[in-house]
């Protein structure tokens, strides 16, 4: 069997898209959601593959220092376009630090709103 873990979270923050020929070339915001999935095979003796605990707040960490932030002046994102899809990215690279023997980081989303996400998977 496999087993698949997701905890979600959401901030609020402004961005602009470098060299996009529209609106969104502009400084604007959105109200972000963040789902970010653990999965793997094996279980430890408690029956948990990955405490969600340790999962939402390694994702509460990310999700801070993204918060009410101007995106495209942090790092990564002042030399990145803060897309959905590089923000996935970066968030699912930073999920790496809390990898377990049995529990490894599969997949990222972000939503830009409630009709619109990008996905990111390993
Ligand atoms: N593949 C991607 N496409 C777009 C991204 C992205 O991250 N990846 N981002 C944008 C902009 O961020 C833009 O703000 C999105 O605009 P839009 O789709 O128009 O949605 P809005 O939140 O502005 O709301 P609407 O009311 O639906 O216009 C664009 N594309
Ligand atoms: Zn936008």
Known sequence: MKYKLSVTRSFSSAHCLRE?????ENLHGHN??????????ELDDT??????TDIKLHLS??????????LNEIVPFD???PTAE??????LGRLKDIETKNAKVCEVEVWENELSSAVVSM
């Open 79 to 81: 030399m990145v376009n």
């Open 20 to 24: 996009y020929k529209g609106r969104c």
């Open 47 to 52: 029956g948990v593959l990955i405490d969600f």
């Open 32 to 41: 972000w959601k963040i789902r970010a999935a653990f999965y793997g095979i």
């Open 86 to 91: 590089n923000i996935a990215a970066f968030v």
């Open 61 to 70: 960490k990310i999700v801070n220092y993204l918060d009410h932030k101007f």
